[in-house]
C-alpha cells in the first residue's frame, strides 16, 4: 500500500500537478503578463459643472471611471467625450448628507421623499447622464445609512442593470450590504487620492495617498480610488500614469465587479 501511495504523489509531481505557479521556462503572453498584475480602478467623481478640466482629463492614457453629477451644464458632452475615448461613465447621485445641503446640488434624493418621488428623481436624473452603467453617492453620509431609502434604490437599479460603488461618505453606510441583497453589481472604495483642507497640501497628499494606492493594490490584489477634477489632480495624473501602468493595470471598474462575480461563483460551488 505505501509504495502504491509513494508511487502516485511521484507521478502527480512529475506532472505538475502540485505545482502552484507556472513553470519558470513558460514563456507569458501580453494578455497572461496583463492579467496577473494588481488592478487599480481610478474614479473621477465631481464631473459636469467645468467643461474644461474635464476635456483634460478624458485624455488621460488610462481606462478610468468617470462619475457625473446628473443636471449639470455640461453632463450630457462629458459622457459623450469619456465614452469617445474609452471611458466608463456612471451618474455620481446626489444624496443627503449630515451636513451642508447646498453643496448637494440639482437631482438629490432626500430622506424625506415618498417613494414615487424618490424613484422619479433618481431616473430623471439618470436621463440626463448618457451612457450610465452605473452609479456612486455624492455626499449621503444620512441617506446611505436609511434602510428603506436604500432598498428602494437598490431595487431599481438592479431592474435597470446598472452597478454600485459606495463611496463610503459614512463608516455607517449601508448601501452596499443592501445592494448584495439585491443580487446589485456593487463595490466600495479603498482610498481617496485628493482629500484636502488646504490646496497648498494637495501635491505631498497626492504623493503619499499615491503609494498607499500602490500597496493596497498589491496586498488585495485590486484597489478602488476615488478622486476630483482638480488641476492638480489631473497634472498629478498626466505625469504618473503611465510609470503606475508598467506594475499595475488600470481598469473600468466594472472590469474589478466582473473580478468579484468570478471570485463569489467559485466561493458559492465549493461551498
Known amino acids: 500500500m505505501l509504495s502504491r501511495i509513494l508511487f502516485v504523489l511521484l507521478l502527480c509531481f512529475s506532472l505538475n500537478v502540485f505545482t502552484a505557479v507556472p513553470p519558470l521556462d513558460k514563456n507569458f503572453t ?38 457625473i453629477l446628473p ?3 455640461f453632463a450630457q458632452s462629458i459622457s459623450e467625450l469619456a465614452s469617445k475615448h474609452g471611458h466608463e461613465v456612471i451618474m455620481h447621485i446626489p444624496m443627503e448628507a449630515l451636513s ?68 463610503k461618505t459614512s463608516e455607517s453606510s449601508i448601501a452596499q450590504q443592501t445592494a448584495e441583497k439585491f443580487g446589485l453589481a456593487n463595490i466600495g472604495r479603498d482610498i481617496f487620492l485628493d482629500h484636502h483642507n488646504e490646496k497648498s497640501e494637495l501635491p505631498l497628499i497626492l504623493q503619499k495617498q499615491f503609494e498607499k494606492l500602490k500597496r493596497i493594490a498589491k496586498s488585495k490584489g485590486h484597489v478602488v480610488a476615488i478622486c476630483h477634477p482638480y488641476q492638480e489632480t489631473f497634472n498629478f495624473l498626466a505625469k504618473n500614469l503611465p510609470e503606475l501602468e508598467k506594475e499595475f493595470e488600470v481598469v473600468h471598474l466594472s472590469e474589478l465587479l466582473n473580478k468579484k462575480r468570478v471570485v463569489n461563483t467559485t466561493l458559492a460551488k465549493s461551498n
Open 30 to 67: 501580453t494578455e497572461e503578463l496583463v492579467s496577473i498584475k494588481p488592478k487599480i480602478s481610478i474614479v473621477v467623481d465631481d464631473l459636469g459643472d467645468n467643461s474644461i478640466i474635464a476635456k483634460q482629463i478624458a485624455t488621460l492614457p488610462a481606462a478610468l471611471t468617470l462619475a
Open 71 to 73: 443636471h449639470t451644464p
Open 100 to 167: 451642508r445641503p447646498d453643496l448637494l446640488g440639482p437631482g438629490a434624493l432626500f430622506e424625506g421623499m415618498e417613494q414615487q418621488q424618490f424613484e422619479q428623481t433618481f431616473l430623471s436624473s439618470a436621463q440626463t447622464v448618457p451612457n450610465l452603467v452605473g452609479f456612486n453617492n455624492h455626499m449621503g453620509s444620512l441617506l446611505t445609512q436609511s434602510p428603506q431609502k436604500m432598498r428602494w434604490l437598490m431595487n431599481l437599479a438592479q431592474q435597470k442593470h446598472w452597478y454600485f460603488l459606495d463611496s
